[in-house]
């Protein structure tokens, strides 16, 4: 069996949802679907959908191949459009989209090198933390820093971020020592507001899966400002390493409890679909990847 084709049904179905929902853009019946979905599972003898009458949800082997069958789906475009005669030179208006503070630290110092190397391409960028949608607001890519299991849209992962618990040497001066997750609960946090999972904080430690509830002395939702605040001394914090990496090899700011290790984010150029890619998406996609390949936060 077609083993690209099999990664194309089960993303399409993960995207949609349902075999049903997959069968008009796939243009297969849902029993055609389905055998490709079970063939897959045969093949790699692992269950990579919990089926119920209401709804489908990925196993965690199935979450792990879904992301990276889509990045290996999203590899052949470009492969393709690479070669392809019949493909135009890179040119017109390019919209992109991004989280503030990323765009702002690691994009605009490369956009530069960007235009260079293609000179017919007009950038237009927005920069905003909320969850911009593609297709209604005619945006041809986004950088987007999250986990990209639920999204419809078409991905190729640039790079990682994890997310540090930090504190200025200030701020540990002045108040108890934090010695256990435990001890986070009598501090106040600088907490940005846009963090998926509230003020219940994950890690994981030497003893596994561990949580902590917080109290936040302060919410936002712009994570320099988050920052700024750290780093002033006004609580400690929970921020993602492109941002603080620097902060903490200069010591301006303490990792805490490096045993425990938060969530990890991955960084992800996105699209609305990967057929029919314009040039302009392609040469975007490629440059991004390349610049990313040895991302500076993860240096040292």
């Known amino acids: 069996m077609d083993r690209a084709l099999e990664m194309q049904v089960f993303c399409t179905v993960v995207d949609k949802g349902s075999f049903v929902g997959a069968a008009e853009p796939l243009d297969m019946s849902k029993a055609a ?24 949800a990925l196993t965690d082997e199935g979450r792990q191949f879904y992301l990276q069958a889509r990045e290996v789906l ?9 070669v392809s005669s019949a493909s135009p030179e890179a040119s017109g208006v390019l919209r992109v ?18 235009m260079n190397a293609h000179p017919k391409i007009e950038l237009e960028i ?37 997310m540090c618990l930090c504190a200025s040497p200030a701020y540990l001066d002045r108040h108890p020592p934090i ?8 501090h106040g946090v600088v907490a940005y507001s ?18 902590v509830s917080t109290h936040s002395v302060v919410r936002c939702n712009n994570g320099d400002t988050c920052r700024a605040i750290t780093l002033a001394g006004g609580g400690i914090s929970l ?40 040039a302009k998406v392609r040469a975007l996609i490629s440059f991004l990847v390349e610049r990313f390949a040895h991302p500076v936060w993860e240096e040292g």
């Open 33 to 56: 679907i389905s055998r490709y979905v079970s063939g897959l599972e045969e093949r790699l003898g692992v269950r990579l959908l919990h089926r119920t009458t209401r709804r489908l």
């Open 239 to 278: 921020q993602p390493s492109f941002m603080v990496a620097q902060d903490l090899r200069r010591g301006d700011l303490v990792e805490l409890l490096p045993e425990y290790r938060s969530i990890e984010l991955g960084i992800y150029v996105v699209y609305p679909t990967r057929k029919h890619l314009p």
């Open 179 to 186: 010695r256990s997750l435990a001890d986070v609960e009598q």
């Open 126 to 162: 927005s920069l905003s933390d909320r969850l911009v949608d593609l297709v209604d607001e005619g945006i041809d890519a986004a950088v987007r820093i999250a986990r990209m299991e639920n999204s419809s849209l078409v991905g190729r992962r640039l790079a990682s971020t994890r």
């Open 194 to 211: 846009n963090f998926p999972s509230g003020n219940e904080w994950h890690f994981e430690g030497p003893q596994g899966s561990e949580s």
């Open 97 to 114: 989209n991004a989280p503030v503070s990323f765009g702002v630290l690691h994009l605009a110092p490369v956009w530069a090198d960007f």
């Open 74 to 82: 999203a590899m052949m475009d470009e492969a393709e459009g690479a």
